[in-house]
C-alpha cells in the first residue's frame, strides 16, 4: 500500500504542473489553478478500484435481469406471443436508458427539491462525471453509481408487463413506459433513496428495492389489469406456458443477476455485500422449497413453474432487507415469502382480474411482505447505518415502514390508473380482438418467434 502511495505522490508531482498549465486559460500558473487541480486530483485518488470493479460488474447483473426478464415471461406466454412479449422487456433497455440520461437520473438523485423530487441541475448527465459523489458513493465514479441506478429504473417497468401480456398495444405501451418511469419511478427513488428525500428522512429503510421496484411496480400491475380487461378466453379456454424450459433458463439468469441487484447495493466490495449476497441466496433457495411445498399440498403435484416462481418470490422479498438482516432471518423470510405468494397468485382467481403472469402476486405481495420483514428483522450488528427492528426492540422502524408502504401503494396507483386512463382515451390500450386472436408478434411485430418447415 505505501508503495503504491508513493507511486502516486511521485506521479503526481510530475504531472500537476502540467495539467495546471494546460487548464490555465492565459497559460500562466496560478493558485487558484493549482487549488482546482488539486481538488480533482484529491477526488480521483479517493476511488477505490476494487470497490469500482463491483460495482461494474454489478450493474452488468442487474442489467441481464431484464433480458432474463423476458425469458421468463416469455416461455409463460402463448407460442403466438412470446415475441411481442420479449419485446416489452428488451425495448425497456432502449427507452430508459435514454431517458435516465436526459433527465431521469436527475429527477430521482438530483439536488433536493422540496424533499419530494431532484432538480434538473444534472440533466443530461451535466455534472455527473467520473469523480465520485460524496452523499451516494464516495470510493466509486460518479458515472458508476448513476449507470447502475440506471439498471434498475429500467427492469423496474419491465415488471409490469407481465399483468397485461398477450393484449396490449406495442406503441401505447412505449408511451407507457416513458410516462411511468418519470411520474411514478423517478419520484419513488427520490423519496426513499435521494439525499433530501422524505423517505429517507423518516428514517424508511429499502436496501435494493422492494418500495421502490416490487410494490410500485406490483401494485401498476393491479392497475392494469383491472383497466385492461382479461384476455379472449380467460377462464374458458387453456392458456398454458408454451416454453417452461425457457421460462426456467429466465428465472435462473434472474436468479443470477439479482447478486449484483441486492449486493451491489452496498455500493463496495466489502462486508456488507458479503453479508447481502448470502442472504439473497437463502432466501431464495427458501422460497424455491415453500411454494413447491404450498403447491404440492394445494394441488397434489410440485411443477418447475411452482419452483422457478418461488425464487423469484424469495427474491423479491428479500430485496429490502438483504443488507439489513443476517442468514437466519433471511430464512424466515424467504420461506413466508413463498408461501405468501403463492397464496397471492391465488387471489386472482377470487377477485376476478387476470393478471397474466403473476406480477402481482409475485411482486407486490413479496415486496410488501419484504418491506414489513425489514422493519422486523433488521439490526444494526448487520448494518450499522440502517436501525434495529421490533425483534431487536425497535417499534419504530417497524411504524416507519408501514407508512412507506402505504404511501407507494396510494401514489403508484393513482399515478398508474391516471397514465393508464389518459392512454386509453388517447391512443387506447388493447389491441383489437383480431389482433389478439393472431397474437402479438404477428399483428405488432409482423414477425413469428417459431418458424416450423415442412419436411
Known sequence: MKKHLLFGAVMLCLFVPGIVFAQSANGRVTHGNIAQVTQQVEQVITINTGDTTWMLISTALVMLMTPGLALFYGGMVRRKNVLGTIMQSFIALGIVTVQWVLFGYSLAFGPDIGHLIGSLRWI?????????????????????????????AIITPALITGAFAERFKFKTYIVFILMWATLVYDPLAHWVWGVGGWMRNLGALDFAGGLVVHVSSGVSALVAAMLIGKRRGYGQEPMPPHNLTMTLIGAALLWFGWFGFNAGSA???????????????????????????????????????????????????????????????????????????????????????????????????????????????????????????????????????????????????????????????????????????????????GESGYVFEEL
Not at 465514479?141 to 434498475?152: L, T
Not at 411445498?293 to 394445494?298: D, L, T
Not at 403473476?358 to 439490526?379: E, K, P, Q, R
Open 124 to 152: 443530461g448527465l451535466s455534472g455527473v462525471g467520473i469523480t465520485p459523489n460524496p452523499d451516494y458513493a464516495p470510493t466509486i465514479p460518479h458515472e458508476s453509481f448513476m449507470m447502475f441506478q440506471m439498471m434498475f
Open 267 to 445: 455500493l463496495a466490495s466489502g462486508a456488507l455485500a458479503t453479508s447481502a449476497f448470502l442472504a439473497t441466496q437463502i432466501a431464495a433457495a427458501a422460497a424455491a422449497l415453500s411454494w413447491m411445498m404450498a403447491e404440492w399440498v394445494a394441488r397434489g403435484k410440485p411443477t418447475v413453474l411452482g419452483a422457478a416462481s418461488g425464487a423469484v418470490a424469495g427474491l423479491v422479498a428479500i430485496t429490502p432487507a438483504s443488507g439489513f438482516v443476517g442468514p437466519m432471518a433471511a430464512l424466515v423470510i424467504g420461506l413466508i415469502g413463498g408461501i405468501a405468494c403463492f397464496a397471492g397468485i391465488r387471489l386472482k382467481e377470487k377477485l376476478g382480474y387476470d393478471d397474466s403472469l403473476d406480477t402481482v402476486g409475485v411482486h407486490g405481495v413479496g415486496g410488501a411482505w419484504g418491506a414489513i420483514a425489514t422493519g422486523l428483522f433488521a439490526s444494526v450488528l448487520i448494518n450499522p447505518a440502517g436501525g434495529n427492528g421490533l425483534f431487536h426492540g425497535n417499534i419504530t422502524l417497524l411504524g416507519a415502514q408501514l407508512l412507506a408502504l402505504v404511501v407507494v401503494i396510494l401514489y403508484a396507483f393513482g399515478i398508474s390508473w391516471g397514465i393508464l386512463k389518459l392512454l386509453d382515451k388517447t391512443m387506447g390500450l388493447r389491441v383489437t380482438p383480431e389482433d389478439e386472436i393472431d397474437g402479438l408478434d404477428l399483428a405488432q411485430h
